[in-house]
């Protein structure tokens, strides 16, 4: 029988899930869906606001027949401390379990015994051999945060298999760890967020992630047309940053807010280069709700100076005709959820 798999993306706008069949390591796509999240959402600090986000996600998976109770879920970027650690000299695992609890204090301003603390080798040298390095990805989630997940999945009656980054799961559904693919730069712009990776030899070497995303440009057309949000919303997505359009009003009222994006990941591409100016990125991958606003990957290909594309999760992944259409359109918005179903173990 057919393994399958299943990733759920709890967002702050919506909810997202995709379940997956493998045949081997070939994925075919089971069923997909989206719910808008109850607010305030998974981060409250009331059981109550937790018990209306586990209502949804029943909702949405009794709309999308996902029978399975065992799924991955998504941490938000934002709210975990990443870092890669790249001055190690050779250890083994585990030298290196008290060399990156001493090291991740350094990055991490909660107690350490208020963390999870995980982490993988990117690199490591030979041992034995003259100034050989390790180089590892460390993750922290507080456990505050897991906790609320974990609360939250199991009020629906779900079984949590896993928890990782979004931009993890993000990381896998749109490079994959093919070491060959060009070193690029993911920015994945949520509700809330948006999230960057800087991806290269399969591997993230990079994150940022800053409180600035799709929300911001709503509330920055509401605020300049005196809109309801509801309308902001709408013009946003119709008009965004088309100079041609409303001549250009709806481009002016925008502008502000994604350049504080853009200008943020010129910074990640600074930093990345300057450390590693052998590995220049090479292009730029856009996801995210976000990626949709009409105009963004022309606008950013012209700051950044670089080719920049829309995020399709769906490539790795067989699917029948009718599915490919309905695909295509919100193909942005589910690199988490395909992440974390495409995730094997
Ligand atoms: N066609 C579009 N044009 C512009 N923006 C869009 C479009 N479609 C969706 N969005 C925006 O994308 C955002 C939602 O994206 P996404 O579903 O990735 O966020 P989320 O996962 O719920 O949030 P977060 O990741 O911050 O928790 C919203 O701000 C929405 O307005
Ligand atoms: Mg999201």
Redesign the pocket.
Known sequence: MAKISVGL?I????IKVVSLSFEGDKAHLLSLGSIA?PQPGVLSDNDIDLEAVAQAIKKLLAAAKINEKEMSLAL?ESKIFTRVIDDLPYLTNQELDSAIRYASEEFIPLPITEVNLNWQVIYRGNKGEKNAKTMVFVVASPKNLVNKYMKTVLLAGLKPKLMET?IIATTRSLVGNNPFSPTTLIIQM????TDCAVVSKGMIWLTRSIAT???AL?RALAQQFNFEINQA?EY??VY?LQEDQLEGKVYEALRGVVDIIAQESKRVIQAFETKYPQNPIKRVVLS???A???GLVVYLANILGLEVQEADPWYLISKDAAMQQKLSQDAP?FSVAVGLALREE
């Open positions: 993306d967002g702050f706008s919506s999240t938000p979004e949520g509700a809330s967020n995303g799709g929300l709503t919303e946003k997505k965004g995210g709700g976000g949709k606003l009409p918005s």
